[in-house]
């Protein structure tokens, strides 16, 4: 499984267009914050937090965590299919 992981997070770097964004120890004290304000786990306090620092509106996903979140719009990959 950790083989799996690793070919899996090396081959990010094959992306083009692909940026990603390190968490800074301010974001990550800013996801704990979101966590007891908005009811979250600190995966989803993290994505949040790095979605509002990238200024990011939209994110594609099934998880119903991100309904309602401020300045947040959530669309499933279904949605995107149908059009």
């Known amino acids: 499984m950790a083989l799996a992981r690793r070919t899996f997070l090396l081959s990010l770097f094959s992306y083009e267009g692909l940026e990603i964004y390190i968490l800074s120890i301010a974001d990550r004290l ?8 908005l ?4 995966d989803d306090a993290l994505a949040y937090q790095a979605m509002l620092a990238l200024n ?8 119903k965590h991100f309904d309602g979140l401020p300045g947040i719009r959530r669309t499933t990959p279904a949605q995107i299919l149908q059009g």
């Open 30 to 37: 800013e996801a704990t914050k979101h966590m007891e304000s």
């Open 39 to 42: 009811k979250l786990d600190f």
């Open 56 to 63: 990011i509106k939209d994110i594609v996903l099934y998880d």
